[in-house]
C-alpha cells in the first residue's frame, strides 16, 4: 500500500548518500481547506509543506524549520513549518486578483529558518528564481552549504509528495564510506528518471526498487505526519500583554473585546475586560 502522511529515510549502505521520502495526503488537506486558495496556490503550499518537511529529516534536533518565501508579486507570503520533524502547518497570502496564468513570485527570496527549542536561531537566504523553488534549494545547498543535493517534488489538490537525495557530510562515525563525484552522479542520474506519478501513487519501496535495484539500499521505519497547529491562549495572552493594560482596557471599551485570530488554524480567542486582571496581575506586580 501507498503510504500516507509519512516521512521514510533511507540510505545507500557503503556510500554516504542518504535520502527521504514524504508524503503528506489528510495534513495536506487541512492546510489548504482552512481558506479558500486558488488552486496554483494549493500546488505552491504543497511544495513547501513537502520540502520543509524533506529538509527537516536531514537534521537532529529538537524545533521548527521554516521555509518561507516573500515577494513583490501575486504571493506576497508563503511560509511552511515542520516541527520536530512530524507536525506541519502552512500559510499563504496573496493578492485579491489573483491571476493563475501568472506567475506567483516577483522579486522575490526564499529563507529557511532553523528556530531551535534550546539555542537561537539560525536563517539562510535562498534566492528564488521565479516559482521553481526546487531549484532554489538544490542550488542553495549545492552551493551555499557545498552538500550535493537532488530534489523531486510532486503535488496535486489532494496531496504533496516529495523525494531526495543528498550526500552526508562525513564524520567519524561514517568515516569509512565514500562518496565520489561517480557515486552521486549515478545515484543522480537514475533518481533523475523519477515521474510525478510515481511518486503519487506508489509506495516506498516499489518507488526505491524502480529507481535503485542495483545499489545496497537501506529503509528506516517511517515517521507519521500530522497537521498541528503550535497557537494557543497562552499565546494569545502574550499578544494582549503587549498592548500594555491601558491600551488593552480601552481598546476592549471601544469594541468591546479583544480579538486574536490563528492564520494557521482560523482558532479564534477572545478577552473580555474581566481577561485582563488575570493577564496583567503577573506583570504589574
Known amino acids: ?50 520540502s520543509v518537511t524533506a529538509l527537516s529529516s536531514t537534521l537532529k534536533f529538537e524545533g521548527s524549520l521554516i521555509l518561507q518565501a516573500r515577494s513583490q508579486g501575486q504571493v506576497r507570503l508563503i511560509m511552511a513549518e515542520c516541527k520536530n520533524q512530524e507536525f506541519v502547518r502552512a500559510i499563504c497570502h496573496f493578492d485579491e486578483d489573483f491571476d493563475e496564468d501568472a506567475p506567483l513570485f516577483e522579486k522575490g527570496n526564499l529563507a529557511l529558518t532553523l528556530e531551535p527549542e534550546q539555542g537561537k536561531p539560525y536563517q539562510s537566504l535562498i534566492a528564488l528564481n521565479e516559482d521553481d523553488i526546487t531549484k532554489g534549494i538544490e542550488d542553495y545547498y ?67 526498487y524502480r529507481l535503485f535495484h542495483e545499489e545496497e539500499t537501506r529503509v528506516f521505519d517511517p515517521i507519521n505526519l500530522s497537521f498541528k497547529c503550535s497557537c494557543s491562549r497562552q499565546r494569545s495572552e502574550n499578544a494582549v500583554l503587549n498592548l500594555g493594560y491601558e491600551d488593552a482596557k480601552l481598546l476592549i ?31 504589574i506586580n
Open 1 to 50: 500500500m501507498k503510504n500516507l502522511d509519512q516521512s521514510q529515510k533511507f540510505i545507500f549502505d557503503k556510500t554516504a548518500i542518504r535520502g527521504q521520502i514524504v508524503h503528506l495526503n489528510k495534513a495536506y488537506q487541512e492546510i489548504i481547506q482552512q481558506r479558500a486558495y486558488p488552486a496554483k496556490v494549493k500546488i505552491c503550499l504543497g511544495q513547501f509543506l513537502a
Open 142 to 208: 549545492n552551493q551555499s552549504e557545498q552538500i550535493k543535493t537532488r530534489f523531486h517534488i510532486a503535488v496535486d489538490e489532494t496531496q504533496a509528495s516529495v523525494m531526495l537525495v543528498q550526500a552526508m557530510p562525513l564524520s567519524a562515525d561514517n568515516s569509512s564510506m565514500t562518496i565520489e563525484d561517480e557515486t552521486f552522479n549515478r545515484v543522480s542520474h537514475l533518481f533523475s528518471t523519477l515521474k510525478d506519478e510515481e511518486l503519487l501513487t506508489l509506495p516506498n519501496q516499489e518507488i526505491l
Open 253 to 283: 471599551q471601544e469594541q468591546g473585546k479583544i480579538s486574536v485570530d490563528c492564520q494557521f488554524c482560523n482558532q479564534h480567542y477572545s478577552f473580555k475586560e474581566s481577561d485582563l486582571p488575570a493577564i496583567f496581575e503577573p506583570s
